[in-house]
Each structure stands twice: as C-alpha cells, then as structure tokens.
C-alpha cells in the first residue's frame, strides 16, 4: 500500500475507512429520474397565477417523461436531465362561475439548455372569449412563473441529489470541486468544455451534434408557401403519403409514413416556423430544433432554414433530404421551382 505522497495517489487508501472510491477517481452516478418526477409534480402543482381577466392554476400533471442523474468523475460532480413535461391547468375569468382548461407543455428541459430558452407553450381547450381571455393571460405570466419552479428543481437535483457523492480524502475533507450544470443557466456558469453547437444529450447521455444553413427560392408567395407546411392536404400531397399536422404550439407532425416527426414550438403566419424536429434512426429522445423563415419578396419567396443539434453521423443525409425530398417536390407538385414570365 502506497503512503501518502508517494506512488500514485489513485492508490493511496489510508485515510480511508472503507477504501471505496479512492480520492473520487472513478465515474459513480446516482439515478434521480424517479425522485425529479415527484419534485417537478410538486414544485409545478403548487403554481398559480392572477391577474386582471382572472385566476388560474395548474391542475394536473398529466405526463412528465425523461430522465436525471447526478454522477462524479475525478471529484467533479457532473449532473444530466432531459425531460418533457405537459401539465394541465384551469381558471375562471373575474365575475364568472365557468371552468376553463388548457394546457402548459416544456419539451426541452436539459442541460443542453439554458433557463431562458427553455420553451413553454400554452394552448386552450375552449373556444370562448373567456378562454381566450384566460389564455393571453397564461402566456403573460406562465413561462416565467414555470422557468421559476424549474430552476428550484434544478438547485435542489444539485444541492441534495449530490449529497454523499463526494467522498472524504485527506483528514476527511471532501472534494468541493464545483458541480457541472452543463448549460443550464443562472445556476452555474457552463464548465463542460465543449461548444454547444458540438454537444447535445437525450435521456441523459451526450452525442456530438451539427448544425445546417439552407436557403431556397420559390416562385410562390409567402402565404402559399407557408401553407405547404401548415396544411395536411398540401403536405401529404408532395410527400405523397399519410401524414400528421396539427399546425398550432405544441401541435405534432409526423411525415413519410413517421421517418419524420415533432412538435411545432412557435409559429407566426405566413412568415415563420420553429419544430422540434426528429428522423426515426436518431437516437431515442433526441430532437433536432428547426427554424424555417419565410421572406417575401417581388415575385418569389425565400427560405431560410437552419436546423441545429443534428446528429454528426447525420448531418448530410439530412441535408439531401431536405433539398431532395423536400425542396425538390414542393416545387415539382405545386409548379413553384418555373419563375413566370
């Protein structure tokens, strides 16, 4: 047995009591998924919100899926998370006795993110003044209130998901190497090392990820050429097959037969897209965000697409597809690619 300060300290095990671990060398982790589940519910369900069309509050959560851990390498605590969280909530305007429903959906929560583009989307189950009333008052006040709770959640998976982690050294002193939040936010700066254009994670683990710029012109206006991707009838007619498109926040698509599919996160009419974007081989969990831009202009239109966290292995098969599958049959289907004269 090696003495302090001689040989390879890896090996040195005197001062410990139990010789596990020595001086935190080796990678533990530590499962969190189940206990985050239960203090995401509780930190969420807690929330209200008030203002002048009404109350409202989260009523359910109805689906919280992903994973947590909390892991040391080499005396540095490193955490992962990745989770998607739809939440129900329920209000009533100021001088009326009639429920009004929606829903509250975070698809991005990990540390590939930081807290402010962590997206919230709010939609409403009703069709009535007051539901839309209720809803503008939700989305006012809602993604702050939630960011809020899920930086609560994320200071406590540090503080007591850790605790025990880091083992004793020398005259029982712990490892105080600071925690690696990845690049999430207002907790911890980001320590990785890695470029985040570089890093992504699903259910926890990292892969090595790319980005891809796309800009092609169509002879179409905006509005028509926004519709093709909006529109079941005009998608599933250049994909010629079934399709999903449910063009709202937090709506899903799903394209060639399920090859393609998401979640649409932002949309604003005739001038701009953002999806939650995935291909069936990607690892399981792990979406790509796609930003699409449509700029009008004298007698065509322009897109802008960029499309980050590809994984490498699939950036170029993803970029062909688009051109090619795509690009290519809007304009062959629809006539857009022939300028007029």
Known sequence: MAKWGEGDPRWIVEERDDAKNVNNWHWTERDASA??????????????????????????AREI??????????????????????????????????????????????????????????????????AQSLKEMMLRLAPSAVRSKLEEYLRALREECS???????????????????????SLTPAATGVPAAKKSSYLGCPIPTSKINLTETFVASAEDLYSVFTTIERVQAYTRAPAVVEAYRGGTFSLFGGEISGEFIDLQQDTRLVQRWRRKNWPEGHYSTVSIEFKQESDSTQLILLQTEIPDSDVEATREGWKRHIFENIKSTFGYGAMLL
């Open 35 to 60: 206990w985050s589940t239960e203090k995401i519910k509780n930190l969420l369900l807690a929330v209200k919100f008030e203002g002048p069309e009404g109350t409202c509050e989260i009523s359910e």
């Open 65 to 130: 899926k992903g994973e947590a851990s909390a892991n040391n390498r080499k005396g540095k605590l490193i955490f992962f998370y990745d989770w998607d969280i739809k939440l129900n909530w329920r209000g009533k305007c100021v001088g009326s006795e009639t429920n009004v429903n929606g829903e509250i959906h975070v698809p991005n929560l990990s540390e590939e993110h930081s807290l402010d583009d962590v997206d919230v989307t709010v939609t409403v189950k009703e069709d009535t003044m007051e």
């Open 163 to 185: 605790q025990g982690m880091i083992l004793p050294q020398r005259k029982g002193e712990p490892n105080l190497a600071p925690p690696k939040l990845g690049r999430l936010s």
